[in-house]
């Protein structure tokens, strides 16, 4: 089946920088999700993006489906954007391979 | 707009008791899905429904563990026998099965066995 591997692991920022987040996936995908996990363990959808670029406030998203990655950018962060982000994929449009995350800090 | 929902968020039992999760989807969506996640961990996909049929189930879901979906709608999740190793969050998540398949997930089922 599909594997799906998020990089980096851990990402320490200051208030106020720019990151990326990457997401490779081994095959062709019908699904690629990104979520936020907040501190009580809820999943919070962030961007539905199997193909293209997605924006909503400071957040975006690419996926390159020929190339098999996706990326996401968080822009000027903030404390609250502290947690763990996942992806996770899927190719048969059922059941959903997640990536092991990437916990981010962001300090003030 | 109603989200999917859990229930109970938090179970604590002793070993070897049998313990049962419900979870209700998003109202209009046919497909229903859980997955287990264990402490620095993503979620690992347990089985999924769409309508009242279990289409898919994990290796990860062994004779202890049963899922139903019996008119379509609610879904349990029944683990018997319960072991140390079943203490974990436990998700569920709902979507469509058409093209447009973004799932949606609960609050979650957080279980621990003593």
């Known amino acids: 089946g599909i594997q799906v591997e998020q990089s980096p692991p851990d990402l320490i920022l200051q208030e106020g920088a720019n990151s990326t987040l990457r997401c490779n996936f081994s095959?062709?995908?019908?699904?690629l999700q990104w979520f936020h996990q907040n501190p009580w363990g809820q999943l919070i959808n962030l961007f539905y993006i199997p193909s293209g670029t997605k924006q909503n406030g400071r957040l975006s998203a690419t996926t390159v489906a020929t190339e098999r990655y996706s990326l996401l950018y968080i822009s000027s962060s903030q404390t609250t954007d502290s947690g763990v982000y996942f992806c996770a994929a899927t190719n048969q449009g059922g059941k959903l391979i997640f990536g092991q995350g990437t916990e981010l800090s962001v300090k003030p | 707009d109603t989200g999917v929902s859990q229930d109970p968020r938090h179970k604590i039992t002793k070993r070897g008791q049998n313990v049962t999760f419900r979870c209700d989807p998003i109202s209009e969506h046919n497909r229903l899905y859980w997955y287990r996640q264990t402490l620095g961990q993503g979620p690992e996909f347990l089985t999924y429904?769409?309508?009242?049929?279990?289409?898919?189930k994990s290796r990860l879901l062994s004779d202890r563990f049963s899922a139903e979906r019996p008119k379509g709608s609610f879904s349990t999740l029944e683990i018997q026998r319960t072991e140390q190793g079943d203490s974990a969050m436990y998700l569920c998540?709902?979507?469509?099965?058409?093209?447009?398949?973004?799932?949606?997930f609960g609050p979650g089922t957080r279980l621990t066995v003593l």
């Open positions: 429904f769409q309508n009242e049929a279990q289409l898919e």
């Open positions: 095959d062709s995908v019908n699904n």
């Open positions: 998540a709902s979507s469509f099965s058409g093209s447009y398949n973004e799932q949606f």
